[in-house]
């Protein structure tokens, strides 16, 4: 069994420089439970990093002091070192709007984070509602914890203060996402094989409850204009809903395990899934097509044996800014960059036990979170766009495929405007 395909050579494939790494302390007689850095998440505008980096807590970093730190220091730090710890009862301990540092103790482990900021002119969907306990402002930026017990905590990122606390699941809170729209709504995918819906600018009132999983919900994905969710989960579950109507649009059906990770490109035309099956698919969501496959074991393993355990499981998948690229992360210690007209690695970097990834805003840096609570951070494949791809884009933020295909253009311009080609 190989990683790579035969006809690549793995030497030949470059590997990623290391920015820095953030190591969690060790307490003395530690379990080995409970520390896991299950989430990791950039800011949307890039001011700040945070993970959850084990026993209850959730570290909040300003992004830009940590990347200089590490290009001044080296690429070691310790993940505790100078910081504010805010219980969660403090509350406005910091100056709002500087970016500091702090640790929020969340009084449960901590599986999933998202970061969610507000414009104050998308209104509640709630349109009765006169009054409102929180008044978000343009400048507001908020964090969602969800956590073991099925809560979901929200806090402003500012001050550490504990804004709402989400009661309705039953079970682990495994995955969380803001609508980018700056609407402040909120999905959650759990345990009990539900996703719910949230309006925090009502207040956290629940607005809906997206049934269809037969199992456990892994992840979700909101698309970039927010009209689409992606949800995947076990038993090979991949959906996507309508989240204009809360109708289910589509199951897409290709994986053959659980499927644990979801991402969408910035042009909202592509959707990459990652599954315990060895595999990432690039499908086109308007019209469930497999485009791409990203195969982490060759041969690839038959469906039989790809729905058992193996040392390729993929863990973690996510778009990067450029929409040229993704990274994955697999349980054979590698974190693997691709490029979405290639089906082999541009870039590896070695990691053991990694469990989640995500690119920061710019791009520039790959963040992994790994079983003992730690983050490691590479530099990502660098490459101007072509003038084409980024025309590409912004057709693609607004025509769905089924209106591309409508364009009185040559066969091969539809091809490349659909990532056929």
């Known amino acids: 069994m190989a990683s790579f395909p035969p006809r690549v050579n793995e030497k030949e494939i470059v590997r990623s420089r290391t920015i820095g790494e953030l190591l969690a302390l060790a307490a003395p007689f530690d379990k080995k439970c409970g520390r896991e850095n299950w989430t990791v998440a950039f800011a949307p505008d890039g001011s700040y990093f945070a993970w959850s980096q084990g026993h209850c807590t959730v570290k909040l970093v300003p992004w830009s002091q940590c990347h200089k730190n590490f290009l001044l220091h080296g690429t070691k730090n310790i993940a505790n070192s100078s910081s504010l710890r805010l219980s969660r009862q ?19 482990i901590v599986w999933s984070l998202a970061f969610g900021s507000s414009v104050p002119e998308k209104q509640s969907r709630c349109v009765n509602i006169e009054w409102h306990r929180f008044k978000f402002g343009q400048d507001q930026l908020l964090l969602a914890t969800g956590l073991n017990n099925g809560r979901i905590k929200i806090w402003d990122v500012y001050t550490g203060k504990l804004l709402l606390n989400l009661v309705d699941h039953t079970e682990v809170v495994r995955d969380l996402t803001f609508a980018p729209d700056g609407s402040l709504i909120l999905v959650s995918a759990s345990r009990d094989k539900t996703l719910r819906v949230w309006d925090l600018k009502d207040d956290g009132n629940m607005m809906k409850v997206l049934r269809g999983h037969q199992n456990w919900v892994y992840s979700c994905a909101f698309s970039p204009d927010s009209s689409m969710l992606c949800s995947v989960g076990a038993s090979k579950a991949v959906f996507l809903w309508n989240m204009d109507k809360y109708t289910m649009i589509r199951k897409l059906e290709g994986h053959h395990h659980d499927v644990v990770a979801c991402d969408f490109s910035p042009d909202g035309a592509l959707l ?9 698919y690039i499908w086109d969501p308007h019209t469930g097509d497999i485009l791409m496959e990203f195969g982490h074991l060759f041969p690839p393993p038959t469906p039989i044996f790809a729905g058992g355990a193996n040392d390729r499981w993929v863990r973690s998948v ?104």
């Open 90 to 108: 403090n509350s406005d301990g910091a100056q709002k709007n500087k970016p500091r540092e702090h640790i929020i103790d969340c009084g449960d």
């Open 272 to 280: 990459a899934t990652a599954s315990y099956d060895t595999r990432v």
């Open 318 to 421: 996510s778009f990067s800014h450029d929409g040229l690229h993704i990274a994955s992360l697999a349980d054979d210690k590698m974190v693997r960059f691709w490029r979405i007209d290639e089906d082999y690695p541009v870039q590896v970097a070695p990691l053991s036990n990694g469990l989640c990834c995500a690119f920061s805003t710019d791009g520039s840096v790959l963040a992994a979170g790994t079983h003992d609570g730690s983050v490691y951070f590479w530099a990502t494949p660098r490459q101007i766009p072509s003038l084409q791809h980024l025309c590409r884009m912004s057709i693609r933020r607004v025509m769905p495929t089924q209106e591309v295909q409508k364009l009185p253009i040559p066969s091969k311009v539809l091809e490349f405007l659909s990532y056929r080609i």
